[in-house]
């Protein structure tokens, strides 16, 4: 089993940058396949982008293409999200989770932990 906790959300303005990241607790964070979701107020959960376990190859949501980048350090047990030249849709609670699939799936059934989301807040 796996525990997340994500960190670094915030309020920023358009066009600004923020860098969310999320720390694994427990065993074998190289086994699972990390992904980052997120949901907007009335909305459903989202993909938003993924990344294998040896972290060599990433998928990502048409909407963040350019614009997001996903990276992990096995090392620190810990998922990032780059985010730059945000969007006021990008406004949402981001939520990182843990896949033991071994495929890279985009859909939220696939991932079998999930952290509590961090907030983040883009301002036009």
């Known amino acids: 089993q796996v525990q997340l906790v994500e960190s670094g959300g915030g309020l920023v303005q358009a066009g600004g940058s923020l860098r969310p990241s999320c720390a694994a607790s427990?065993?074998?964070?190289?086994?699972?396949?990390m992904g980052w979701f997120r949901q907007a107020p009335g909305k459903e959960r989202e993909f938003v982008a993924a990344i294998s376990r040896g972290g060599s190859r990433t998928i990502y949501a048409d909407s963040v293409q350019g614009r997001f980048t996903i990276s992990r350090d096995n090392a620190k047990n810990t998922v990032y999200l780059q985010m730059n030249s945000l969007k006021p849709e990008d406004t949402a609670d981001y939520y990182c989770a843990a896949s033991r699939n071994i495929v890279i799936r985009t859909t939220a059934p696939a991932y079998d932990y999930w952290g509590q989301g961090t907030q983040v807040t883009v301002s036009s």
């Open positions: 427990g065993r074998s964070f190289d086994n699972y396949i």
